[in-house]
C-alpha cells in the first residue's frame, strides 16, 4: 500500500485505520497557556482533545481491522478467519450437481419429445434412476432409488421448446425444477443430498425477450447459495427467411442473490440501469454493450453475533463508452454503508467519488462521513489523475481539524509556525503538523508529543 | 625501555592516548582504528547479516574505536598537539541479534518464543587540544618509573545515548508482534528519520599513563578517559514506545511492519560522561631479543584481554604479533624507527573484527 493510498484510506474511512493499541504519551502543557477567554480551551486541553480524537479513531479501527498490542484480532479480522473456517466447513459440490442435472434435464426433455412416459436407468448396485413424464404438461417427475427405495426425487417442468423452436413466434415458455438430488460421494454409495430449485420464466418481446430466473438455489448440508430473482434482456434480430437469429444480445438488469454458510448469511441486489456501446473495447462482444451505471445493496450478517455489515454502492462509469484499453476508468462512486458490531455502536459511512470538479477539471474529489456516538467525521478531498497531488481535509463535529497536502504521492511536512503544509488545528488554533518519522506519518504536537497517525 | 617507552600499544584494540612513545623535541602522529562485533562479519553488520552468524550467549557487542593524533614533544616532555576522536559502543541482547539475523534473512521464527529486544549504544565524535606531561623517575640503576598526565579539550559535534527494551513474540514461522519503549539522546536519529537542529558539545577530559621497568620486567598502565564530560547545549532526545499494530506481509508471507510509534521529542542540556579506558600490560624480556606480555583492556564493563610476543632484532626494530581474545583478533605489528603500524583482524575472510594503527615520530 502506498504512504497516499493509506492516508486516503485514513481519511476517507477511519474503519480502514490501521489500528494501534498504544495511546499519545503527551507531556502535559501548562494550562496557561494560549488561554484568551474563559471559555476557550487551553493550547494544552485543545492538544489533548486532539489526542483524543486519533485515539478514538484508532480504538474504533482497532475493533475494525487490524492487530492491536496483544495480538487480538479486530472485527472485520476475526469475521474474516470466522468467514474462511465456515466455507471450508460448507463447501458446495456443483460440479456433481451440475451433472446431475443436466442428467435428468436432458432425459428428462428427450422422453418429453418422444413421448416417453417412464424409463427407469439401472444405476449399479441396487440403485436406479426412474423418471415419469406427462406430455401433456410437461411434467417429469425423478427418483433415485437403493433397492427400490426412493432417496432422492423431484419435479421438473420444461418449456415446450427446442433446438427446432422457432425464436420467433413463441411468447411464453416456463421451466421449472424442484427437488433433491444425490451427491455421488464414490460409485457404490449415495451421499449427501442437495436440494434444488428453479423457476425460469421466457417471454417473447418485440425485439427479443425477457428471461426472468427466480427461486434458484442449491443446498448441501448447512450451505446455501441461490437466486430469488434474476432479470435479463434478451434482445436479438430473427431473420424468418432463414428461421434463424442473425445477431443479438444480451443485458443482466438485476440479480438478487442469497448464500448461507455456517453462521453467515448474505444477500445482494446487483442492478444495471444503464448500458453502452464501446467497440474498441469488447470488438463485436455482445453488440458492444458495457453497463455503465450500476448498483448494489447488500449486506452480509452473523446470524451468530449479530454483527452486520451493509451498504449501498452506486457506480457511475464515466467513459465507459469511450474507454480504450489499458485505458483510466473514469468512476463516480457512492457508498452508504453501516457497520453493526455485537456491543458496539452502530458505525455509519458515506462515501463519494468523483471525477469531475467544476474548477480543476483535472482533479478527482471525494467527500466521506464517518460516525457512531456523538461523533461525525467529515472529510473533503481532491486529488489529480495520478492521485499524486491534492489535498484532503478531515474535520471533527468537535472542533477538530487535518489538513492534509499531498504533493508527488508524499505527504508536505507542515510547519507550526507559518501555518503552511499539512497542520492540526483545533478550534482554529494550529495545535501539530504532520511529519513523516522515515516512512511513518506522525501527527508532532507543538508540546513535543508525537504520535503516529496508521 | 624497548617495550615500554618506543613502541606503540601493542594489543591494537581500542584505541588510547599513550604519549609515552615519543621523544623531546619530535612532531608525533599516530591513527588508530578498531571495528568488531560479535554475531556477524564487519561487512554483514553493515548489509543485510548474511553469512555466518556466531552470537554470544549473553550480551553481544559491537564497537568501533578511533581516534588521531598529531602534536609536538617539546622540552622537558611536554606534549601539545591535537585530536579526533571517534568512539562508538554497542550491546544487544542475544535474542535481539537472533531475531534481527532471522528477520533480516526471512528465515523461519520460532513459534511461541518470546525474545528479549535489549540495545545499549553510546558514542561521540570530538577533536580537541591535548595537553600532556611526562615525568621520568629513575629509581636505582635496575628501575624507572615513568608517569605521564595530561587533559584534552574536547569540543563534539556528534553522539548517541540511547537505550531500547522491549519484547517480541512470535506467532507463526513468519509472524511476530512487538512492543518496546526507546530513550535516546542524539544529533543524527538511527531509530527513525528526522531532521534535528545542530548540537554542538564542549567538554574535557583526562589520561594518565604509568611505565615501571624492572630489569627485563616492565609494565604499563593507561587509563583514558578518566573524567571525561562533554556538555551538549539543547541536544535532541526522544521518548519513543513502538509496537507492531501496523503490519503487512510480502509475497512470501513474511510480516513487515510500519511500526505504530508515539512519544515525545524535545531538546535538552545533556552531560555525556565518557567511559573510562584501560590498558595494563606486563613484559617480559624471555630470552635475548625475544619478549612476552600479557594484559587487557578495558571499557564499558567489557575486558579484552590479550597476549603478544615480540621480537627486537636490532636496536629501533620490533616485530610483533598479538592475539586479543574477546573478538579473537590477531595483530601483527612492526616498528622501524620512527614509524610503527599493525593490521588486526579475527581472520581473513569475512572477518568480525578488523583495525590498525599507523604512527611515526620526527625529531627537530
Same mark, same amino acid.
Given at each position: 500500500m502506498t504512504k497516499l493510498t493509506k492516508l486516503i484510506v485514513i481519511g476517507t474511512s477511519s474503519l480502514l485505520l490501521n489500528a494501534c493499541g498504544g495511546g499519545s504519551a503527551s507531556t502535559s502543557i501548562e494550562n496557561? *497557556? &494560549? *488561554?484568551?477567554? &474563559?471559555?476557550e480551551l487551553t493550547v494544552g486541553a485543545k492538544i489533548t482533545k486532539a489526542e483524543n480524537i486519533l485515539q478514538e479513531l484508532r480504538t474504533q479501527a482497532l475493533s475494525v481491522i487490524n492487530y492491536n498490542d496483544s495480538g487480538t484480532a479486530g472485527y472485520l479480522d476475526t469475521e474474516a478467519l470466522n468467514i474462511n473456517t465456515a466455507l471450508e466447513d460448507c463447501s458446495l459440490n456443483t460440479e456433481n450437481t451440475a451433472e446431475t442435472l443436466a442428467t435428468l434435464i436432458d432425459n428428462s426433455g428427450s422422453m418429453l419429445d418422444n413421448n416417453t412416459s417412464s424409463t427407469q436407468d439401472d444405476l449399479g448396485d441396487n440403485k436406479s434412476l426412474k423418471i415419469k413424464c406427462d406430455t401433456t404438461t410437461r411434467t417429469c417427475t425423478y427418483s433415485y432409488t437403493k433397492e427400490d427405495v426412493s432417496m432422492y426425487s423431484g419435479t421438473i417442468v420444461l418449456p415446450d421448446?427446442?433446438?427446432?423452436?422457432?425464436?420467433?413466434?413463441?411468447t411464453s415458455v416456463q421451466g421449472q425444477f424442484n427437488g433433491t438430488i444425490p451427491v455421488?460421494?464414490?460409485?457404490s454409495t449415495y451421499g449427501t443430498a442437495q436440494m434444488f430449485d428453479l423457476d425460469l420464466t421466457v417471454t417473447k418481446t418485440e425485439a427479443g425477450a425477457n428471461i426472468e430466473v427466480s427461486n434458484v438455489s442449491l443446498a448441501e448440508n448447512t450451505a446455501l447459495v441461490g437466486i430469488s430473482a434474476m432479470s435479463i434482456t434478451a434482445v436479438y434480430d430473427y431473420d424468418s427467411t432463414i428461421d434463424d437469429i442473425t445477431s443479438g444480445y444480451i443485458k443482466l438488469n438485476s440479480v438478487t442473490f442469497n448464500g448461507q454458510c455456517g453462521n453467515y448469511s448474505a444477500i445482494g441486489t446487483l442492478k444495471t440501469t444503464d448500458y453502452v456501446e464501446n467497440e474498441t473495447l469488447?470488438? &463485436?462482444?455482445?453488440?458492444?454493450l458495457l453497463p455503465s451505471k450500476l448498483s448494489f445493496n447488500g449486506s452480509l450478517t452473523n *446470524?451468530? *453475533?449479530k454483527g452486520k455489515i451493509s451498504g449501498l454502492v452506486n457506480i457511475d462509469w464515466k467513459n465507459a463508452a469511450t474507454m480504450v484499453e489499458n485505458g483510466d476508468p473514469e468512476v463516480d462512486i457512492s457508498v452508504d454503508g453501516i457497520l453493526a458490531m455485537p456491543e458496539r455502536p452502530e458505525m455509519t459511512l458515506e462515501l463519494t467519488y468523483n471525477? @469531475?470538479? @467544476?474548477?480543476?477539471?483535472t482533479y478527482h474529489n471525494f467527500t466521506a462521513s464517518y460516525s457512531y456516538d456523538a461523533l461525525v467525521i467529515d472529510t473533503v478531498g481532491m486529488l489529480d489523475k495520478e492521485g499524486v497531488n491534492g489535498h484532503i481535509t478531515i474535520t471533527t463535529n468537535n472542533g477538530v481539524e487535518f489538513k492534509i497536502i499531498i504533493s508527488g504521492e508524499d505527504i508536505v511536512e507542515g510547519n507550526a509556525e507559518t501555518g503552511t503544509g499539512s497542520i492540526v488545528t483545533v478550534d482554529g488554533t494550529i495545535i501539530g503538523t504532520l511529519e513523516y518519522r522515515s516512512e511513518i506519518v506522525v501527527v508532532k504536537y507543538i508540546d513535543g508529543s508525537f504520535e503516529s497517525i496508521p | 625501555m624497548v617495550l615500554l617507552g618506543s #613502541?606503540?600499544?601493542? %594489543?591494537?584494540v581500542l584505541s588510547f592516548f599513550n604519549p609515552d612513545y615519543s621523544q623531546n623535541k619530535s612532531y608525533a602522529t599516530s591513527f588508530q582504528t578498531f571495528i568488531a562485533n560479535d554475531p556477524v562479519s564487519v561487512e554483514a553488520l553493515f548489509n543485510d547479516w548474511e553469512g555466518d552468524f556466531h552470537p554470544k550467549d549473553g550480551t553481544n557487542l559491537a564497537l568501533e574505536s578511533s581516534r588521531f593524533d598529531i602534536g609536538a614533544v617539546l622540552k622537558n616532555n611536554l606534549y601539545i598537539g591535537y585530536t579526533y576522536r571517534h568512539d562508538v559502543f554497542i550491546s544487544a541482547s542475544h535474542d535481539l541479534t537472533v531475531l534481527n539475523k532471522l528477520i533480516k534473512n526471512k528465515l523461519d521464527l520460532p513459534i511461541d518464543k518470546n525474545f528479549d529486544l535489549s540495545l545499549d549504544i553510546e558514542g561521540f565524535e570530538a577533536q580537541g587540544i591535548v595537553l600532556a606531561k611526562e615525568f621520568t623517575f629513575t629509581l636505582n640503576e635496575e628501575s624507572s618509573l615513568s608517569v605521564s598526565l595530561s587533559t584534552s579539550f574536547l569540543y563534539a559535534s556528534n553522539m548517541q545515548d540511547g537505550t531500547l527494551s522491549g519484547v517480541a513474540s512470535v506467532s507463526s514461522k513468519k509472524d511476530y508482534d512487538f512492543y518496546a519503549t526507546s530513550k535516546y539522546f542524539y #544529533?543524527?536519529?538511527?531509530?527513525y528519520d528526522l531532521s534535528v537542529d545542530r548540537s554542538y558539545g564542549l567538554g574535557f577530559t583526562t589520561h594518565m599513563t604509568l611505565a615501571y621497568q624492572y630489569n627485563d620486567f616492565s609494565m604499563l598502565f593507561i587509563a583514558n578517559d578518566i573524567f571525561g564530560r562533554i556538555y551538549w547545549d539543547n541536544l535532541p532526545y526522544s521518548y519513543v514506545e513502538m509496537s507492531s499494530a501496523n503490519k503487512y506481509y510480502d509475497k512470501d508471507g513474511y510480516v513487515h511492519y510500519n511500526p505504530t510509534i508515539w512519544g515525545y521529542e524535545t531538546q535538552e542540556n545533556f552531560v555525556q560522561e565518557l567511559p573510562l579506558k584501560l590498558h595494563v600490560q606486563a613484559s617480559y624480556?624471555?630470552?635475548? $631479543?625475544y619478549a612476552i606480555s600479557a594484559g587487557m583492556q578495558y571499557m564499558y564493563e567489557t575486558s579484552l584481554p590479550f597476549a603478544e610476543l615480540s621480537y627486537m632484532p636490532d636496536d629501533g626494530e620490533l616485530y610483533y604479533m598479538s592475539y586479543e581474545s574477546r573478538f579473537g583478533s590477531t595483530t601483527l605489528g612492526m616498528q622501524y624507527h620512527n614509524i610503527s603500524v599493525s593490521l588486526s583482524a579475527? $581472520?581473513?575472510? %569475512?572477518?568480525s573484527s578488523v583495525g590498525t594503527q599507523v604512527s611515526a615520530f620526527l625529531n627537530f
Open positions: 496557561t *497557556t &494560549g *488561554t484568551t477567554s &474563559g471559555t421448446i427446442n433446438d427446432e423452436t422457432n425464436p420467433g413466434n413463441f455421488f460421494n464414490d460409485d469488447l470488438q &463485436g462482444e455482445n453488440k458492444n *446470524t451468530s *453475533t471525477n @469531475a470538479v @467544476a474548477t480543476e477539471a | #613502541t606503540p600499544l601493542c %594489543a591494537d #544529533t543524527h536519529n538511527y531509530l624480556i624471555i630470552v635475548d $631479543k579475527d $581472520k581473513i575472510i %569475512a572477518p
